[in-house]
């Protein structure tokens, strides 16, 4: 079966960093994405990783470790504007997302 | 970069009848469309995968008389919900790729459309 476990919810005051982690089995692997959801909202797509190690893009930065099935999303000097839901989700040559999870920063 | 539009963006219905949903990808040609179902709180599902000018995937569980997806052309397909109950109601968002048969890369990114939400009543 098809499995990518995220935690539910976080929370986190501006200016700090979180690390949101995504755990996944699948059948077959092509690569991973993360997406960021604002309510009510489309995805946004944030970064993709193939290989294993750390993408990084301006303050989001993404790690992947293949052989662990493991990835996360490391935002740093975080702002207001960041309180989304972020979707990791897994290319099987369709795309499972998991339950993505709800970020709340605060002042 | 590539957008992707949905129309209608809200729609309320009742019970017993059909909507459409149209996703349009503006600036780009899409051969192959996704449709995807959020109920709140919950992540996006798969629907169906529809390439240009052939039948649709559907996934499992997704009843392929009820969702109705025509992919005409290369700019847009339409998603139509038969008979609408309430049980329907929910986030529905297509997404475009520029790859073939369902499958992404970093090359074949999705973009997404806004969403539609539909409330059957």
């Known amino acids: 079966g098809q499995n990518i476990d995220q935690p539910t919810e976080m929370t986190a005051t501006e200016g700090a960093i979180v690390q949101i982690n995504c755990t996944y089995q699948t059948s077959g692997f092509n690569g991973l994405f993360w997406y960021q959801q604002h309510a009510g909202e489309a995805p946004t797509f944030l970064s993709y990783?193939?290989?294993?190690g750390l993408e990084e893009k301006g303050r989001f930065s993404s790690f992947l470790s293949r052989s662990k099935g493991y990835s996360y999303l490391l935002l740093k000097e975080l702002q207001m504007k960041d309180s989304a839901s972020y979707l990791c989700?897994?290319?099987?040559?369709?795309?499972?997302f998991g339950t993505g999870t709800r970020l709340q920063v605060f002042p | 970069g590539a957008v992707v539009s949905q129309h209608p963006s809200r729609v309320i219905c009742k019970s017993g009848t059909s909507v459409k949903i149209e996703c349009r990808s503006l600036d780009f040609q899409a051969t192959t469309m996704f449709w995807y179902r959020q109920f709140p709180k919950q992540s996006l599902m798969l629907m169906a995968t529809?390439?240009?000018?052939?039948?649709?995937?559907?996934e499992q569980g997704v009843e392929k008389d009820k969702f109705l997806i025509n992919h005409a052309s290369l700019t847009l397909s339409t998603l139509t919900v038969t008979s609408a109950h309430p049980e329907d109601s929910s986030f529905y968002i297509c997404?475009?790729?520029?790859?073939?048969?369902?499958?992404?890369?970093?090359?074949?990114?999705?973009?997404f459309g806004p969403g539609t939400r539909l409330t059957v009543l």
């Open positions: 997404s475009a790729s520029t790859g073939t048969s369902g499958r992404t890369s970093s090359y074949n990114e999705q973009f």
């Open positions: 989700a897994v290319d099987t040559d369709k795309l499972i």
């Open positions: 529809s390439n240009e000018g052939s039948k649709a995937t559907y």
């Open positions: 990783n193939v290989l294993d």
